[in-house]
């Protein structure tokens, strides 16, 4: 069981008061819940900027009429495999997929992976979810 | 077969350079190419902003002791069914889950879609692949 | 004097001792301190997604050898004035200008402002500081 | 005088005319203007992402009644003159101050002047505008 500790926040009335209109906007059972949350966040973000060993999905839209495009995604997927854990493939319509990688590894090489995803011919677009292993954000 | 057209583009000298310098560094094989993907992602960013339907994929990271949570997650996903196209899940370790879910839909409801998983208790952290469903977009 | 008032958040221990190795970074000197701070970041996204009166910055660069671009400028800084506070000029070097318009107004409206800015013939590169007016942000 | 070269983009007709739609509504005047920006905005992302000499500005808003607060920032600025070229200061109402201090030097120096004033005790909130020198950006 990971130790819980306790620590008290001041904070203006007002300013808790927004606060508590965002997190029920938001969905928020408490702002304990809230504020870990927040915290979590700015762990992650400083994670993928610092480099080290994350988590997260790369996905992308293309036109697999494209010539060769499905080969080139997979061969390119195959000399990553290190970071990659597995594909999840969506036919969107007649033309279009949207292929959801999961990936884990070092943050600057998973850059890398999107980057050539990203700029494989025939792709039209791709985003990232940037997450974590969640070691130490319990 | 989408019809293309051909534009020129006028730029200045050391300003082509340096995007050659960036395109050779992410791997794209043509200005062209490099090109229409900053336009597609400049109207991505549009569409997200816009509403419309759009695809994408929630990423979120959870430890699968906490009480009840997958009963809660698998609860949520069942009511934005009409979201959710399918749900890849990782082991990460002995603790940690990675989920992908890939979505499809409007673009407000996949955000509150979002804010619901993210705001789960026992969910570490929650990311979104903003991307398209490939309309318009060839 | 606003009224303070003081709740308790009940955290995991290693994950507390992240969030102080982040404070520490920073230059926080307590977690109250950069707990506010997560959630005035919160609220402020929030203001400037959904519109209303905000406050903020549009910096830009440009070459204003390139004809007219002061004269376009100005005619548009005029034809946004109320939105537009004050306008401090740089001289970045024998070319290239940097302006830092203060802004404050309707966040659609300021978007607007900002996207002519960016817009504009000769602007090399637009930014903006999407910050707050300060009302109930004590 | 800069050298223009000029070369051709191949595109789909229908992402052409979406494209046309974007720059009608953001205010381009032509293709070639909007691209030059997307080039650009791309090419000043890198710059902040691994560091060099960038231009920009740190906006942020405090309460002035908060105490020692002004001296505590004009100290900070002082700490970091050689990055900061003058500081623009608005009355936002009879608590709330903005200040818009615009900054030039090393990318990472600047992260760390806006870590500092982001973490000033009654800073409430604070944000950064990353644009460029201008340098080989024409």
Same mark, same amino acid.
């Given at each position: 069981?990971?130790? %819980? ?11 808790? #008061?927004?606060?508590?209109?965002? %997190?029920?906007?938001?969905? *928020? ?15 992650? $973000? ?9 988590? !997260? +999905?790369? +996905?992308?839209? *293309?036109? &697999?009429?494209?010539? &060769? ?11 990553? /495999?290190?970071? @990659?854990?597995?594909?999840? &493939?969506?036919? %969107?319509? /007649? ?7 999961? @990936?884990? +590894?070092?943050?600057?090489?998973? $850059?890398? %992976? ?10 039209? /677009? #791709? !985003?990232? @979810?940037?997450?974590?292993?969640? /070691?130490?954000?319990?």
């Amino acid at each position: 069981m990971p130790r %819980l500790i306790r620590f008290g926040v001041s904070i203006e009335e007002a300013l808790a #008061a927004r606060f508590d209109g965002l %997190l029920r906007a938001e969905g *928020y059972g408490s702002r304990s819940e809230a504020i870990r949350d927040l915290i979590r966040k700015a762990l992650v $973000e400083k994670e993928w900027a610092r480099g080290g060993r994350i988590a !997260g +999905g790369i +996905g992308f839209v *293309y036109d &697999h009429h494209k010539r &060769h495009i499905t080969d080139r995604l997979t061969d390119l997927q195959h000399r990553f /495999h290190q970071l @990659v854990i597995s594909t999840q &493939h969506v036919h %969107l319509d /007649h033309d279009n997929c949207l292929e959801m990688v999961t @990936v884990k +590894g070092e943050a600057r090489r998973i $850059e890398t %992976l999107f980057n050539a995803i990203k700029s494989t011919k025939g792709v039209k /677009h #791709a !985003g990232i @979810v940037r997450t974590t292993t969640g /070691h130490g954000m319990s």
